[in-house]
């Protein structure tokens, strides 16, 4: 007898989803029972951290990722991470064990009461199986889901029962392999129009999202902002993802967090090409117009809800990276290269030798010393538009919280090094930030990951101090964060820390982590100082 287990495990596997990450409880042991041997499971301590550590694989390998949750509990646990997995559409499969079905009614210990309602709005399906046979399909069509675009997380509920009934092996073949196309192609006639509105345009400017990284379209940025001779510059510096060589001269910066901010910043230019991500994604509010009058839009996005809630131009849905690689042969207006931009001056780190170092001696030196194929993960907010002194030179190379929805940097690096294990990768983590999700150090010792954590330690929620500057009161309670020693908690998780407080230290430290394989944790002393963000 085939049973509803092996049959889920023949359709997994037929779909290339053989990566699982998890928290396992008594509800989902059945399904482990017997595991493959081609399959393998990521422990998290931490159902939160376990969800961001997949989201990072899921977006670095582009490919779906199973989410194993303990019943309504860990579901809970995983949803503060599963607001930057929905906000980025990351496909994850995310599956919890229900009671026995006989128990359910009953509402017996671990039930998951109206399990589909609870990770909602946050998933694009919510489902549990009707009956143990109809689990292998329902994962199946989970898979689906999940990878058709516009990409994103789903959920289902399975019965702990379920796992040791006969599978309906008549139609099981039907489930295995199944391949779906799932992007969407944007009209010829509408980019067409696109096309034209660039030739025409006197000033226009192409701004990206991070779709154009996560669909594969940074090459064909690249190639239409050179042949058209158009300044790129990046939406928020809060997308999760960078899809555009930031020492490239067409780059040209990140727009603001305020309504005036990117108001300004869009002035100059009459027409915007908005390709691959959100338009307009303000973090504070400010009264007036959007653009100033005479700047016109047209958003090019796979997501219809974003063309639907764009606050003002047109809006074409389809593939962002096909639609560069259209607009890249339709247009045919050529401008020189635009002025590389204004770049932040060197800081001669030399003369700073003090028990602190500045955010822009952090960055020269890091900038000195990090190896060329870097890949970064970012939660450290108040740095801003880092990037703009460090080169992110190749896609797939930047990974943050698409919602700014904390505890996701630090696990979120153990995904992208299991996913990346050739590359070195370098996490950027506030000490606000790191407390969220402190345990995903435990897995990145566990798998010997070239991970070096840098752990900004000034204190405080830096950012939100900068957010109360802007609001106009510098004294809110419960920013400050005294007291904690980040060497010490990695030591207990297995990785070896060091603290550093001056410029030299800092190099030294470096020098030593990237020289060295495995995790390391470098508690960084930066000086207290107000962040750009809201400036």
């Not at 289902?156 to 099981?172: C, G, I, M, Y």
């Not at 974003?306 to 389809?318: D, F, H, N, Y």
């Not at 050529?334 to 001669?348: F, G, I, S």
Request: hydrophobic share 45%; aromatic share 8%.
């Amino acid at each position: 007898m085939t049973t509803v287990r092996e049959a889920s495990y023949q359709v997994l596997r037929s779909l290339g989803v053989t990566t699982f990450f998890g928290n396992p409880g008594s509800n989902e042991l059945p399904f482990l029972q017997g595991f493959p041997d081609d399959f393998r499971y990521i422990l998290a301590l931490q159902e939160g951290a376990g969800l961001a550590m997949a989201d990072g694989y899921a977006q670095s390998t582009g490919r779906p990722v199973l989410v194993s949750l303990h019943s309504a509990a860990g579901v809970g646990q995983a949803m503060g991470n599963l607001v930057n997995s929905w906000q980025a559409g990351t496909p994850l499969v995310l599956m919890s064990g229900q009671q026995y079905r006989p128990l359910i009614t009953l509402q017996g210990m671990l039930t998951n009461h109206d399990a589909t309602t609870l990770p909602r709005p946050l998933v694009k399906w919510s489902f549990e199986a009707p009956s143990p046979q109809a689990v292998p399909a329902a994962l199946a069509r989970a898979v689906a889901c999940a990878t058709t675009a516009p990409t994103g997380p789903v959920y289902l509920s399975v019965p702990l029962s379920d796992w040791n009934e006969p599978a309906d092996t008549d139609n099981l073949p039907y489930l295995l392999g199944r391949p779906l196309a799932g992007r969407p192609i944007a009209e010829r006639a509408a980019l067409r129009g696109l096309a034209q509105r660039l030739d025409a345009a006197e000033n226009p400017v192409l701004v990206l999202g991070p779709d154009v990284d996560a669909y594969g379209g940074w090459d064909a940025a690249v190639a239409l902002a050179e042949k058209a001779g158009l300044p790129v510059k990046f939406g928020t510096y809060e997308y999760p993802r960078i899809s555009f060589p930031t020492q490239h001269p067409c780059y040209q910066g990140t727009l603001g967090a305020t309504v005036g901010q990117v108001r300004e910043q869009l002035a100059p230019y009459d027409f915007v090409a908005w390709i691959g991500g959100a338009v307009l994604p303000y973090h504070a509010w400010q009264p007036g117009r959007y653009l100033r009058e005479g700047t016109e839009l047209v958003l090019v996005t796979a997501d219809p809800d974003q063309a639907a809630r764009s606050p003002l131009g047109a809006a074409i849905v389809g593939d962002p990276a096909e639609a560069l690689n259209r607009l890249t042969e339709l247009v045919t207006a050529t401008r020189p290269l635009p002025e590389p931009m204004k770049r932040p001056a060197p800081v001669d780190i030399s003369a700073f030798d003090i028990p602190t170092v500045t955010e822009a001696q952090f960055l020269q030196i890091l900038a000195d010393n990090h190896p060329d194929d870097t890949a970064w993960v970012f939660e450290a907010p108040s740095l801003g538009a880092w990037w703009d002194a460090l080169p992110i030179t190749r896609p797939n190379s930047f990974f943050c919280a698409a919602a700014s929805a904390l505890g996701y940097g630090l696990p979120a690096a153990v995904g992208v090094a299991l996913a990346q294990p050739d590359r070195p990768i370098v996490a950027l983590i506030g000490d606000g930030s790191a407390n969220y999700s402190i345990t995903g150090l435990w897995s990145a010792a566990q798998h010997h990951l070239d991970i070096t954590y840098l752990i900004l330690h000034n204190g405080a929620y830096q950012v939100l101090k900068d957010y109360g500057s802007w609001l106009g009161d510098d004294k809110l309670p419960g920013l400050n964060l005294p007291g904690i020693d980040f060497v010490d908690i990695a030591a207990g998780y297995g990785i070896p820390a060091r603290s550093v407080g001056t410029t030299t230290e800092l190099a030294d430290a470096l020098k030593q982590a990237f020289a060295t394989p495995g995790p390391h944790l470098i508690q960084v002393q930066i000086a207290d100082e107000p962040s750009t963000v809201f400036n």
